[in-house]
């Protein structure tokens, strides 16, 4: 079971946290889809130590989880991958632009809704015709939330707790600061080690500001491994390519290290390589950096949260140090040269 107790014991990350200039850290294994070792290092806030019960922000790894309740939906009949969210809900700034009218929940979740990543402050205009090209953007998350709000009636907060936070027991993850807010969050930190501003979330965004433990990540992403709550047909949608980027991603020195194919599935960047598929995602904030990978054949994995500007400079080294999948880290040594 996902929530079995771990039965292996990580390294000492304390050395790891000072030689890069991280706060702190919290990391989950995954072997066999199953957590086998759990762990923090370092400071979450003034006199306050990380621990395995502490909480992060999850940055960008919010949108997997979005993701994750908007299939389970479409799963259930209660959503639909391909009819137009237009139907139902769109954005009061694109009323005058029919394009509107293409966008779909596919779009969103493999990021060819054709929208920038966030509206400035002349509101949300297309860069590009929906489903033409590829553009990574958090307002299309935000876009498929809100049709599921109004296609079911139901606040997203309430969807996110009846769909994933509840049946996955997430205890300690939500959207907002009041959800699973047992243990105050990991407060973020600059590269420099100063700790930035840090206001609770009243308000969800399905694309940014969700918070987990490592542990609870974990849960999650072996369910997703697993496809839990997913119909078949949807479960291989998510494993299907849908906007491949292989030739920008391996694009010269870099295609040594680089898998068969790589690029958007629904909800997770798909890396091709031989002998499986492995979904990987990471997140960046200011004062946080976060990782989640792992193998749809094996059901290894792994989850690393931080709260510093400088997380990303550990993500390497805890990949090598916890025997990860030497395919993936070569892969991500050769995307950082």
Request: positive net charge; hydrophobic residues 40%.
């Amino acid at each position: 079971m996902a929530d079995a107790k771990p039965r292996a014991v990580l390294p000492d990350m304390t050395a790891t946290l000072r030689d890069h200039h991280v706060k702190s850290m919290s990391v989950a294994l995954i072997r066999n889809g199953r957590i086998v070792a759990t762990g923090a290092w370092g400071m979450a806030g003034p006199r306050r130590a990380a621990t395995v019960d502490t909480p992060y922000n999850l940055a960008s790894l919010t949108k997997p989880l979005t993701a994750e309740i908007v299939l389970r939906l479409v799963s259930a009949g209660k959503l639909s991958l391909d009819e137009p969210m237009d139907r139902y809900w769109s954005d009061p700034d694109l009323t005058n632009d029919p394009r509107r009218m293409k966008l779909t929940v596919r779009m969103a979740l493999s990021h060819r809704t054709g929208l920038p990543n966030w509206r400035d402050k002349t509101g949300l205009a297309f860069d590009h015709d929906p489903g033409t090209t590829t553009g990574y953007s958090g307002e299309g998350y935000q876009y498929a939330a809100r049709y599921a709000e109004h296609r079911t009636g139901q606040s997203f907060e309430a969807l996110a707790a009846r769909w994933l936070f509840a049946p996955s027991n997430m205890r300690a993850s939500g959207y907002v600061s009041a959800q699973g807010a047992t243990i105050p969050v990991a407060l973020p930190y600059d590269a420099a080690g100063k700790p930035l501003p840090a206001e609770p979330v009243m308000h969800y965004n399905a694309a940014d500001l969700a918070h987990a433990t490592a542990r609870d990540y974990a849960k999650f992403l072996i369910e997703v491994q697993a496809d839990k709550g997913l119909a078949s047909s949807i479960a291989a949608e998510r494993s299907r390519l849908q906007a491949d980027l292989t030739p920008d991603t391996c694009a010269g020195p870099k295609g040594s290290t680089c898998p068969a194919w790589t690029g958007f599935g629904l909800g997770w960047q798909l890396l091709g390589f031989p002998g499986g598929t492995t979904m990987l995602h990471t997140g960046k904030d200011a004062g946080s950096f976060t990782f989640a990978a792992i193998d749809r054949t094996t059901g290894d994995g792994i989850v690393i949260l931080t709260n510093s500007d400088n997380g990303w400079r550990i993500i390497l080294p805890i990949l090598e140090r916890t025997g990860s999948d030497s395919k993936l880290i070569a892969f991500l040594r050769g995307q950082m040269n």
